[in-house]
């Protein structure tokens, strides 16, 4: 792969298009130069970001609108277009990608910005566009590449400050870069699922484990067992190792066996004496309940016998009550028909009453009907003499009120038009107030908005600055995690250092006691030997000696030393040695672990100090995390209040724009408004002299001064008209009521006299009725008139209710009497109380024998479930453990967890590229630095011993002839190894990746820490690298490269952003 042209717009500080051809140098090696900040890096950025859509930096990622410039318009659309070769089957082919990142555009319609997402195109050799899908786009590009982007940014793009990283990073993060760059995560796939299938048997011997002790802990164990404390013991063995022990489970499985045999013998016996009881309780509640229902009979019987004698004690008053209702009910009869009487006796003398006085009106009446008549004739002439005059007044006024009614209209009309001349005068000043008011307004507009040209701008740039704090609080909050964890993680170091210290303490003391009792014992033996063996005159069966003047005897402490207790010493020690292991590998790991949540909470926190100060310069270097939440809140304050003054901004320049652009169009309809109101004007005075005129010939036309006038005189004839009128009402009515009145006075004589015949002969009738009543009931009249004025008629009811209701309580008496003693019959009234006791104690002894049934119940119940789940755990234990032992043994071995031997699989397998690697590497070294110094790995013993240090580099000095931490390496020879190694890794890659075909290098900046000699080696070897086909740019502001490099891309930047040019020797 080799850059042809890189082209860029509004890009990072690059505001108008850049193209930069990198055929124009005539030497491989060139130089890009500039001040500090011109825009040198960003070069190196693009060539990145239209790769992978990325920024070259792994520590200052940056991507979207933090590329976009912001010496260009928002209207300019961003872009980084990268054409370059890719060698295939030996020939060159030609690739274009053009990439736009995610950036802010202004609106089409209206203010405002909205955010467009990244797109990119990749134009193939044959001038197709590959894929208008991103994700196909950019998988293509790495795949004609053939690398990653963290493989690139290692061999090809070397970024400010970052590629000596992999020359100072200890062996795990070689490992985590070699594994992409070499493609080994195999290898730590095999080394996880060992720990993974270790960690799933681990899980299932503790959730065996943790099952078993919950089954142990259901044990029930009777107070009264005759072996409950030993049951108790084994159960608490149990439950509180941290291990499981079989020997103990087996003798618990044993002991619950014997328990539950002994348990079913006494639930059968439990309930049989359950079953007696519930007999015996049965029977006592029969008796109890039939002496209950008994004594019920009793009492019922003695309250119906009270009830009857009750009943008796008042059958003399129920006697006299009925006997008074019959009186009260004749008595009311007798009164109704004496009422009736009375009444027909009132009509008869009223009807002749009426007859005698009619008659004597009728004369009387007669002549006043005559007068009447005659009143009436005269009042109607006068009414018609009367009429005639209204209606000659009439017709005069309505002529006169016309004419006044359009004298008043005319000047109504002429009151209006001098109105409506003043109103379109004051109209036509206000319209031309308005429109000299609007200008005003606009030429404000304009002024303001001038003022406010920049709040768009503004505003996205608070935005941008708010996403930045939210990122910082989010990447705050993972530091605070990961500072929280790493405390966490010291202190579980420490507990796990301090349990392995005792772990080693204990295998020490009892390993010493082995090795001298075992020692002790061999010694015994061979005594033991020469006692037995050795006999006077026979030789010795070591040095052949027929004499024996001082055969071994044996210490008197050691006689009771056996092979049996050498063999336990031996099983304990072997116990420890396990104890030990695990402790040790538990505290390895843990400081393992330490080690790397140090790491991981240094690069966050060094991530997170280098973005606060990119944001907020003024942070000081190393500043606490509760120091720099603090900064960030106070920043994010700030940004608040900031942030509601620019949307303010914002608001009102969206506001006066829009005004602004309705400005015209209103003071167009203001102008018009001012013409027509000068117009309306003009047409109000022509109407005013028109009505003028006709209000004067009107006014020539009238016959009464005022309408009040001819009213007047119309209000005159109308009043003698109603009262002509009125008079002839009174009189007609007059002798209309005489004629009724004598008519009706005649009517009423012919009816009384013939209705009075009628009312006698009724009269009569109940005059006889009322006699035949008095005889049959047998009352005098003063004896009814009392009855009916002392009683009402209503009692005599309520009377017959109680007689009713004492019948119906004697015979309920009666009926509850012969139950009750059909119930007793021959029987004595009971014991209640003592049948009750007798029942009470039945039910206590039911209660007792249940609750022994049950508890006894539950315990077989429990404890035969708990014997029933742990039998088949046992088998499957054994099974657990042997698997977990095999894959337990092959992953410390593989993952580097054995002591001595603490590198893992993988490691080992990228030492054999690291080798390789420094191979290649150290023909630069040596080169630059006059061979003084080549690189080197740590051996195998020491790879392995204590951690995995397998990846970790030595410096050889071939002065010293002495090996050292490249730690020690000054800076400029730090840069000149990074280098060497940057360049022995790009060998290898490609060495190893046959379809790699990387012709480029960009080396961005280091070259100060060198001293003349050594940036005179540096280049050098690089000049002999670009003396092939590989094109190598070193990006730096050192002015002696100048001399040394001719080719160079010069780099300015000025108030509208950077500039490039070629300089060319």
Same mark, same amino acid.
């Given at each position: 792969?080799?850059?042809?042209?890189?082209?860029?717009?509004?890009?990072?500080?690059?505001?108008?298009?850049?193209?930069?051809?990198?055929?124009?140098?005539?030497?491989?090696?060139?130089?890009?130069?500039?001040?500090?900040?011109?825009?040198?890096?960003?070069?190196?950025?693009?060539?990145?970001?239209?790769?992978?859509?990325?920024?070259?930096?792994?520590?200052?990622?940056? +991507?979207?609108?933090? &590329?976009?410039?912001?010496?260009?318009?928002?209207?300019?659309?961003?872009?980084?277009?990268?054409?370059?070769?890719?060698?295939?089957?030996?020939?060159?082919?030609?690739?274009?990608?053009?990439?736009?990142?995610?950036?802010?555009?202004?609106?089409?319609?209206?203010?405002?910005?909205?955010?467009?997402?990244?797109?990119?195109?990749?134009?193939?050799?044959?001038?197709?566009?590959?894929?208008?899908?991103?994700?196909?786009?950019?998988?293509?590009?790495?795949?004609?590449?053939?690398?990653?982007?963290?493989?690139?940014?290692?061999? $090809?793009?070397?970024?400010?400050?970052?590629?000596?990283?992999?020359?100072?990073? +200890?062996?795990?993060?070689?490992?985590?870069?070699?594994?992409?760059?070499?493609?080994?995560?195999?290898?730590?796939?095999?080394?996880?699922?060992?720990?993974?299938?270790?960690?799933?048997?681990?899980?299932?011997?503790?959730?065996?484990?943790?099952?078993?002790?919950?089954?142990?802990?259901?044990?029930?164990?009777?107070?009264?067992?005759?072996?409950?404390?030993?049951?108790?013991?084994?159960?608490?063995? &149990?439950?509180?190792?941290?291990?499981?022990?079989?020997?103990?489970?087996?003798?618990?499985?044993?002991?619950?066996?014997?328990?539950?045999?002994?348990?079913?013998?006494?639930?059968? !016996?439990?309930?049989?004496?359950?079953?007696?009881?519930?007999?015996? /309780?049965?029977?006592?509640?029969?008796?109890?309940?039939?002496?209950?229902?008994?004594?019920?009979?009793?009492?019922?019987?003695?309250?119906?016998?009270?009830?009857?004698?009750?009943?008796?004690?008042?059958?003399?008053?129920?006697?006299?009550?009925?006997?008074?209702?019959?009186?009260?009910?004749?008595?009311?009869?007798?009164?109704?028909?004496?009422?009736?009487?009375?009444?027909?006796?009132?009509?008869?003398?009223?009807?002749?009453?009426?007859?005698?006085?009619?008659?004597?009106?009728?004369?009387?009446?007669?002549?006043?009907?005559?007068?009447?008549?005659?009143?009436?004739?005269?009042?109607?002439?006068?009414?018609?003499?009367?009429?005639?005059?209204?209606?000659?007044?009439?017709?005069?006024?309505?002529?006169?009120?016309?004419?006044?009614?359009?004298?008043?209209?005319?000047?109504?009309?002429?009151?209006?038009?001098?109105?409506? &001349?003043?109103?379109?005068?004051?109209?036509?000043?206000?319209?031309? +107030?308005?429109?000299?008011?609007?200008?005003?307004?606009?030429?404000?507009?304009?002024?303001?908005?001038?003022?406010?040209?920049?709040?768009?701008?503004?505003?996205?740039?608070?935005?941008?600055?708010?996403?930045?704090?939210?990122?910082?609080?989010?990447?705050?909050?993972?530091?605070?995690?990961?500072?929280?964890?790493?405390?966490?993680?010291?202190?579980?170091?420490?507990?796990?250092?301090?349990?392995?210290?005792?772990?080693?303490?204990?295998?020490?003391?009892?390993?010493?006691?082995?090795?001298?009792?075992?020692?002790?014992?061999?010694?015994?033996?061979?005594?033991?030997?020469?006692?037995?063996?050795?006999?006077?005159?026979?030789?010795?069966?070591?040095?052949?000696?027929?004499?024996?003047?001082?055969?071994?005897?044996?210490?008197?402490?050691?006689?009771?030393?056996?092979?049996?207790?050498? +063999?336990?010493?031996?099983?304990?020690?072997?116990?420890?040695?396990?104890?030990?292991? /695990?402790?040790?590998?538990?505290?390895?790991?843990?400081?393992?672990?330490?080690?790397?949540?140090?790491?991981?909470?240094?690069?966050?926190?060094?991530?997170?100090?280098?973005?606060?100060?990119?944001?907020?310069?003024?942070?000081?270097?190393?500043?606490?995390?509760?120091?720099?939440?603090?900064?960030?809140?106070?920043?994010?304050?700030?940004?608040?209040?900031?942030?509601?003054?620019?949307?303010?901004?914002?608001?009102?320049?969206?506001?006066?724009?829009?005004?602004?652009?309705?400005?015209?169009?209103? /003071?167009?309809?203001?102008?018009?408004?001012?013409?027509?109101?000068?117009?309306?004007?003009?047409?109000?005075?022509?109407?005013?002299?028109?009505?003028?005129?006709?209000?004067?010939?009107?006014?020539?036309?009238?016959?009464?001064?005022?309408?009040?006038?001819?009213?007047?005189?119309?209000?005159?004839?109308?009043?003698?008209?109603?009262?002509?009128?009125?008079?002839?009402?009174?009189?007609?009515?007059?002798?209309?009521?005489?004629?009724?009145?004598?008519?009706?006075?005649?009517?009423?004589?012919?009816?009384?006299?013939?209705?009075?015949?009628?009312?006698?002969?009724?009269?009569?009738?109940?005059?006889?009725?009322?006699?035949?009543?008095?005889?049959?009931?047998?009352?005098?009249?003063?004896?009814?008139?009392?009855?009916?004025?002392?009683?009402?008629?209503?009692?005599?009811?309520?009377?017959?209710?109680?007689?009713? !209701?004492?019948?119906?309580?004697?015979?309920?008496?009666?009926?509850?009497?012969?139950?009750?003693?059909?119930?007793?019959?021959?029987?004595?009234?009971?014991?209640?109380?003592?049948?009750?006791?007798?029942?009470?104690?039945?039910?206590?002894?039911?209660?007792?024998?249940?609750?022994?049934?049950?508890?006894?119940?539950?315990?077989? /119940?429990?404890?035969?479930?708990?014997?029933?789940?742990?039998?088949?755990?046992?088998?499957?234990?054994?099974?657990?453990?042997?698997?977990?032992?095999?894959?337990?043994?092959?992953?410390?071995?593989?993952?580097?967890?054995?002591?001595?031997?603490?590198?893992?699989?993988?490691?080992?397998?990228?030492?054999?590229?690291?080798?390789?690697?420094?191979?290649?590497?150290?023909?630069?070294?040596?080169?630059?630095?006059?061979?003084?110094?080549?690189?080197?790995?740590?051996?195998?013993?020491?790879?392995?011993?204590?951690?995995?240090?397998?990846?970790?580099?030595?410096?050889?000095?071939?002065?010293?002839?002495?090996?050292?931490?490249?730690?020690?390496?000054?800076?400029?020879?730090?840069?000149?190894?990074?280098?060497?190694?940057?360049?022995?890794?790009?060998?290898?890659?490609?060495?190893?990746?046959?379809?790699?075909?990387?012709?480029?290098?960009?080396?961005?900046?280091?070259?100060?820490?060198?001293?003349?000699? $050594?940036?005179?080696?540096?280049?050098?070897?690089?000049?002999?690298?670009?003396?092939?086909?590989?094109?190598?740019?070193?990006?730096?502001?050192?002015?002696?490269?100048?001399?040394?490099?001719?080719?160079?891309?010069?780099?300015?930047?000025?108030?509208?952003?950077?500039?490039?040019?070629?300089?060319?020797?």
């Amino acid at each position: 792969m080799r850059p042809l042209t890189l082209s860029l717009e509004a890009f990072g500080s690059y505001a108008k298009r850049t193209r930069i051809d990198f055929t124009r140098p005539n030497q491989n090696l060139f130089l890009i130069a500039g001040d500090t900040g011109a825009g040198k890096t960003t070069l190196f950025d693009a060539i990145v970001f239209a790769l992978y859509g990325e920024a070259s930096s792994n520590l200052n990622k940056k +991507d979207g609108t933090e &590329l976009q410039s912001q010496f260009a318009d928002y209207s300019t659309e961003p872009f980084v277009e990268l054409t370059f070769t890719e060698q295939s089957g030996g020939a060159a082919l030609q690739y274009t990608v053009h990439r736009v990142p995610r950036h802010l555009r202004p609106l089409k319609k209206g203010a405002g910005l909205k955010d467009e997402k990244e797109t990119v195109s990749l134009l193939m050799p044959d001038g197709r566009e590959y894929s208008l899908n991103q994700k196909e786009t950019d998988a293509k590009l790495e795949e004609i590449v053939g690398l990653t982007k963290e493989q690139f940014m290692q061999i $090809a793009m070397i970024a400010q400050g970052e590629f000596m990283e992999l020359l100072r990073a +200890d062996s795990n993060k070689k490992k985590d870069i070699f594994r992409k760059l070499f493609n080994t995560e195999l290898f730590q796939r095999i080394v996880d699922e060992l720990a993974r299938q270790r960690k799933a048997r681990n899980t299932e011997i503790a959730q065996l484990h943790t099952a078993c002790q919950t089954e142990v802990a259901h044990i029930l164990i009777p107070e009264d067992y005759e072996s409950a404390d030993h049951l108790q013991e084994l159960t608490r063995q &149990l439950i509180m190792s941290d291990h499981l022990n079989m020997a103990v489970m087996e003798e618990l499985l044993r002991e619950l066996g014997i328990l539950e045999r002994q348990l079913k013998t006494r639930l059968s !016996a439990a309930r049989k004496a359950y079953e007696l009881a519930a007999g015996d /309780r049965d029977a006592s509640r029969d008796a109890c309940n039939h002496a209950k229902a008994l004594l019920g009979s009793f009492t019922q019987l003695e309250q119906a016998q009270q009830e009857l004698a009750a009943c008796a004690a008042a059958e003399p008053e129920m006697a006299e009550a009925g006997r008074l209702a019959e009186v009260i009910d004749a008595s009311y009869e007798l009164a109704a028909s004496y009422q009736r009487l009375t009444d027909a006796a009132q009509a008869v003398r009223q009807t002749e009453s009426e007859l005698t006085k009619q008659q004597a009106l009728l004369p009387r009446l007669k002549q006043e009907q005559r007068q009447t008549a005659e009143a009436e004739q005269s009042a109607g002439q006068a009414r018609l003499e009367a009429a005639a005059h209204y209606t000659q007044t009439e017709q005069q006024v309505k002529a006169a009120l016309a004419v006044l009614a359009r004298l008043g209209r005319a000047e109504l009309e002429l009151h209006c038009c001098q109105q409506t &001349l003043n109103g379109r005068k004051e109209a036509a000043r206000l319209a031309q +107030d308005a429109l000299i008011t609007f200008e005003q307004q606009e030429q404000q507009w304009h002024t303001q908005a001038a003022l406010r040209a920049d709040a768009f701008q503004l505003l996205e740039r608070w935005k941008a600055q708010n996403r930045e704090a939210g990122n910082l609080a989010e990447e705050l909050a993972v530091a605070g995690q990961l500072q929280t964890g790493l405390r966490e993680q010291e202190r579980l170091a420490e507990q796990t250092q301090e349990q392995y210290r005792l772990a080693r303490q204990r295998f020490q003391a009892i390993n010493e006691e082995y090795n001298d009792k075992q020692l002790a014992f061999l010694d015994a033996q061979a005594g033991f030997l020469a006692q037995e063996k050795l006999k006077p005159g026979e030789p010795c069966p070591v040095c052949g000696s027929v004499e024996h003047p001082r055969p071994c005897r044996l210490p008197a402490n050691h006689r009771e030393l056996t092979r049996e207790l050498i +063999d336990e010493l031996a099983k304990a020690v072997e116990k420890c040695q396990q104890e030990q292991t /695990r402790a040790s590998t538990a505290a390895g790991s843990a400081a393992e672990l330490l080690k790397e949540k140090q790491a991981s909470f240094a690069a966050a926190k060094t991530k997170l100090e280098a973005r606060l100060t990119q944001s907020l310069p003024d942070t000081p270097a190393g500043l606490p995390l509760e120091q720099a939440q603090q900064r960030l809140a106070e920043w994010k304050a700030e940004l608040q209040t900031q942030g509601k003054k620019r949307q303010q901004d914002a608001e009102q320049l969206v506001q006066l724009q829009e005004a602004i652009k309705g400005a015209g169009g209103q /003071r167009q309809m203001l102008q018009g408004q001012s013409d027509r109101a000068n117009q309306d004007s003009a047409s109000a005075r022509v109407a005013l002299a028109k009505a003028q005129e006709a209000y004067d010939s009107l006014a020539a036309q009238k016959t009464f001064e005022t309408e009040a006038q001819a009213r007047q005189a119309l209000a005159q004839a109308t009043k003698d008209k109603e009262l002509a009128e009125a008079a002839y009402a009174v009189a007609l009515a007059a002798s209309q009521a005489a004629k009724t009145a004598w008519e009706t006075a005649a009517t009423l004589v012919r009816r009384y006299a013939e209705e009075l015949p009628g009312q006698q002969k009724i009269q009569a009738a109940r005059q006889e009725t009322y006699q035949s009543i008095l005889a049959e009931k047998a009352l005098p009249e003063a004896v009814w008139l009392m009855v009916t004025r002392t009683h009402a008629k209503t009692e005599a009811a309520a009377l017959r209710a109680r007689l009713s !209701a004492h019948e119906t309580r004697k015979a309920t008496a009666a009926g509850m009497a012969a139950a009750a003693r059909a119930a007793i019959g021959d029987a004595t009234r009971p014991d209640l109380p003592k049948l009750e006791e007798k029942q009470k104690a039945a039910e206590t002894d039911l209660e007792s024998k249940r609750a022994s049934l049950e508890q006894l119940n539950e315990i077989y /119940r429990v404890n035969h479930g708990v014997y029933q789940s742990l039998q088949p755990k046992m088998a499957e234990r054994g099974q657990l453990v042997q698997s977990y032992v095999r894959v337990d043994s092959l992953y410390n071995r593989l993952a580097g967890k054995v002591t001595g031997a603490r590198m893992d699989l993988e490691t080992f397998v990228q030492r054999y590229h690291l080798q390789r690697i420094l191979y290649a590497a150290n023909q630069r070294f040596r080169d630059m630095t006059a061979g003084q110094y080549e690189l080197r790995m740590l051996g195998d013993e020491q790879a392995g011993d204590g951690k995995n240090r397998g990846l970790d580099l030595l410096v050889y000095s071939s002065v010293t002839g002495k090996e050292r931490e490249v730690r020690t390496l000054s800076g400029g020879e730090s840069f000149m190894a990074a280098l060497s190694l940057a360049l022995g890794m790009a060998d290898q890659i490609q060495a190893s990746q046959a379809a790699i075909n990387l012709d480029m290098m960009f080396i961005d900046e280091g070259f100060g820490a060198l001293d003349e000699h $050594a940036r005179d080696q540096a280049v050098r070897v690089l000049q002999k690298m670009a003396a092939g086909s590989k094109l190598i740019g070193i990006i730096s502001h050192v002015s002696e490269l100048k001399q040394e490099i001719e080719d160079q891309l010069i780099v300015t930047k000025d108030e509208e952003g950077s500039h490039v040019s070629w300089q060319i020797s």
